[in-house]
């Protein structure tokens, strides 16, 4: 039977790992978010202009 070698990663290699984590995170983030502003999103053409006051008077 032959025994597994589980080594334990030393405190330099988790932290590299973990920093290599969160660069690859930030980079995907930075890239979603210029996408996202590249999208040109629809606006309403004209403002709506309607009076709620008398709704608001109700609920007082």
Known sequence: M???FNRQKSLRES???R???LVV???IFV???FLLE???FSKP??????DIT???IKLK
């Open 25 to 27: 995170f930030i980079g």
């Open 45 to 50: 053409d004209k403002m709506f202009n309607t």
């Open 2 to 4: 032959q025994l597994k």
């Open 38 to 40: 590249k999208i040109n």
């Open 15 to 17: 932290i590299i790992h």
């Open 31 to 33: 890239i979603v978010v």
């Open 54 to 56: 008398n709704e608001i």
């Open 19 to 21: 920093l290599l984590k």
